[in-house]
């Protein structure tokens, strides 16, 4: 019953999404700036018989065929902390937020910490936000391990963080916590529509707390890694339906698998400014993503 329903939505969406679930033919990693640079990482990688492609659209990312996912995890840049495996849609993400040296981000869901570990070699400081505790103490385990020390963590649920941190943020992410549609590469086993409801209420106390924790001037980006329109466009209607003021920004992303937001979904129209969020088709090394940006006059 899930199953079929989670496909009919899909075709609805976008009948290739199905067929790029389940190829993976490739993974990707980034160089952590923190313990290495990319020319002797990369170097290192071809000295143990590793062949990264580099992507289009960064320097410091690359990527692998699966069949070399479990020898990586030996290799000396990983044993090392040099190198971050994080698929590409989350990296390309997190590289979208124009981060200035002097800026103050807020990561508002941020455990593993994937994001922030990205944010912290280009900000002046992090502030990460993690309500899940052994989530959390795995995330601070990781800045420490990957050597970044501009990244301030708080056990707290993103929710209320507007409250004490009003307009204090130059930019702010927020990695929404999902229904995660974009791993389902089989059997549908977890999913059903209670949960897409859950988090979409969920997700629309966080985007506000978000926005409210921004600076005028700022900018936010809103992402999730599921395709439910009620987690993804509904989300940044909500939003426009508070904020009408808020603007959304063009996100130029120079690859070819990849939709428009969509402005209709069953009977609900949205405001047609969502259209210009970005859907991520999974493909190769990209996974499942949807992303916003979203800017505070
Ligand atoms: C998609 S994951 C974040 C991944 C992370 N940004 C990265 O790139 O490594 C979403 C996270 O949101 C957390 N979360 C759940 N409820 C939350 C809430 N109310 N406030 C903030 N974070 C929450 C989850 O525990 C989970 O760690």
């Known amino acids: 019953m899930s199953q079929e329903l989670f496909e009919e939505r ?4 976008e009948p290739k999404i199905l067929e790029g679930l389940k190829n993976k033919e490739e993974f990707s990693f980034r160089i952590n700036h923190h313990r290495g640079q990319t020319k002797e990482v990369v170097e290192q990688l071809q000295k143990e018989g590793f062949e990264p492609k580099k992507v289009a659209w960064a320097e410091d990312v690359f990527t692998l065929p ?11 840049p990983y044993t090392q902390n040099q190198i971050y495996i994080q698929n590409l849609s989350s990296i390309f993400s997190a590289y979208s937020l124009d981060i200035e040296p002097r800026d103050w981000v807020l ?25 899940d505790r052994q989530r959390f103490f795995r995330m601070k385990r990781n800045f420490k391990e990957h050597g970044a020390k501009n990244i301030q963590t708080y056990n707290k649920d993103g929710r209320f963080i507007y409250k004490t941190c009003p307009g204090w943020f130059d930019k702010v992410f927020l990695d929404a916590p999902c229904s995660s549609e974009a791993h389902i590469d089989g059997e549908v086993t977890w999913w059903n529509m209670r949960r897409v409801r859950k988090f979409s209420k969920l997700q629309k106390e966080l985007i506000l ?19 439910a329109p009620e987690e993804n466009e509904a989300v940044i209607d909500f939003l426009l339906q508070h904020y009408p003021e808020a603007q959304i920004k063009e996100i130029d992303a120079p690859f070819e698998n990849k939709m428009a937001g969509i402005t209709q979904w069953e009977d609900k129209h949205f ?14 090394a990209y996974s499942g993503f949807f992303m916003t940006k979203i800017a505070k006059s």
């Open 66 to 76: 699966m069949s070399e996912r479990k020898r990586i995890v030996t290799s000396s």
């Open 271 to 284: 405001d047609p400014r969502v259209s210009k969020g970005l859907r991520i088709l999974p493909k190769g």
């Open 10 to 13: 899909i075709k609805r969406i």
């Open 107 to 131: 990561d508002l869901a941020a455990a593993p910490g994937g994001k922030s570990l990205i944010f912290s070699e280009r900000a002046h400081k992090v502030s990460a936000v993690e309500p």
């Open 209 to 227: 707390s978000a926005y409210q924790s921004l600076k005028p001037g700022g900018e936010m980006i809103y992402a999730t890694c599921t395709f």
